[in-house]
C-alpha cells in the first residue's frame, strides 16, 4: 500500500534481470526499503538481482516469469502476497534486425516478446489495480518505436505497438485514479547492446532510471532517457523521409 505521503511500498518487475528495471527499483529503493517482486525466467542472474536488491535491504520474492510463453498468470501470482504499488514492464528482446525482416520465426519472436506479452500483463495489471483502488504502471518502451529507421524496424515496430498501447492504456485507466507512464529511451548502454555502435545521446540504465523512472514516481505520462532526447525527437519527426533515412538516430 502506498502510504501517508505517496510513497510506494511494493514494486513488480517484470523482466527480473533487466538492468535499467534493476536500476529502477534500485532508484524507488534509495530512500526506504520496498517488498519487491522479480518476475524472470530462473537463472543465476535472477539470483544475483535478488541478492543485489536484498543487499539495499528490500524484501526480494522471485517468480518465474517467460514472455514467450505469454504468461498472464504471472501477475495473479505476484499479487498473492499483497497489492502492488508500482509495476515496471522492463523486458525486450532486440535481436538482429537484418534475420528478423527475412525469417518468420525471429519476426514472430520479437512481436511476441516485445508486444503480445506486454499487452497481456498491461491489462492484467489494470484490472489488478483497478480493484485494489491504485497503482501505477510504468512501462518501458523506446525511441526506435517512435519512427521506424531501416537499421532496426522490425525491433521499431514492436516498440510502436507497445508505446501506443501503454499511451492509450493511461486514458483509460485515468478515471480510477490508476497512473501509467511510458518511459522512451533511445541507446542505453547495456548487456542488450553490447558491441554495437552507440547513437549519439547514448545513456546509462542510472540514468534511464533517475530520468524516466523518475517521471513514473511522479506521474507523468512519458518519461524520457535521457531527457534532452525529447527534443532530438521531436525535432525529426517532420524531416522528409529521404533526408531522415540518413541521420544517425
Known sequence: MIDAVGNPQSI??????????LATVEAFASD??????????PSPRLDEAKARLEGRGCAVE???FDAREGDVEVIAKAF????????LVAYGLLGDNEKAWTDVATAVELAQVNYTAAVGVGVALGERMTAQGHGSIVAFSSVAGERARRSNFVYGSTKAGLDAFYSGLTEALRPVGVHVT???PGFVHTRMTEGLKPAPLSTTPDAVAAGGGGA????????????PLRFAVGARRPIPRPVFRRLPI
Open 12 to 21: 513488480l518487475l517484470l523482466g527480473g534481470t533487466s538492468e535499467i528495471g
Open 32 to 41: 526506504r526499503p520496498l517488498r519487491v517482486v522479480l518476475a524472470g525466467r
Open 62 to 64: 522471485t517468480i518465474p
Open 80 to 87: 498473492a502476497g499483497g497489492d502492488i504499488d508500482v509495476a
Open 182 to 184: 511510458v518511459v522512451r
Open 216 to 227: 513514473g514516481r511522479t506521474h507523468k505520462e512519458v518519461g524520457w532517457g535521457p531527457a
